[in-house]
């Protein structure tokens, strides 16, 4: 569920909530149904400037909530930057056809995920919850088409992983290498 008010106003907010089940299927119970959610509140500086303020919510075992906070600065309508943690982001438009919107962009993220899993430990095989969390500073492309069809392609570096599990066999963490990433996406 997404709520925006109007953008153009001085004050505002914004709300996004998940419901997700996140399992690997073969371990499903109550902590595989995840709640995630981002509150925000906003106000317009100026014309070209929106100061955002807020928490978001990823309900995992070892990442619960974070502050949400930063600067949206367009300068030109072809031109954003987006000084947020936990996500920065700078955006180009790209030169494109005209029944679509195309930029190029260059961002970081607080990054990861949390699942319900079989785990097999030697001697026996028991349910655990296990979050992967790490910082992602990726290159990306993003698409807006008619209609408001939305696609993307990043390709970015993964790094300070880590695994931590909810039960403690046989350790709660485990340190993982850095590794790359391929994102793609579509939304309609």
Known sequence: LDHTTDPCASFGMETDFTVGYYSDFNNGNSDS???TGVALGWFRVNPTNVFKIGVEYFDRVGLKLLPAFGMFIQPTPDFQIDLYFPRPRVAQRIPSSCC??????????????????DRNVGFG?????????????FLGVESVGQGGVYSFLE????????LISRVQIPSRKLDLQDTVMLRMGVAF
């Open 155 to 162: 390709f970015g570096y993964v790094f300070n992983r880590d």
């Open 33 to 35: 149904v995840r709640y």
């Open 125 to 137: 095989v028991f349910g655990d919850q296990v979050d992967i969390n790490d910082y992602r500073f």
């Open 100 to 117: 679509r919107q195309l930029w190029g962009y260059v961002g970081a993220e607080v990054g990861g995920g949390s699942w319900t899993v």
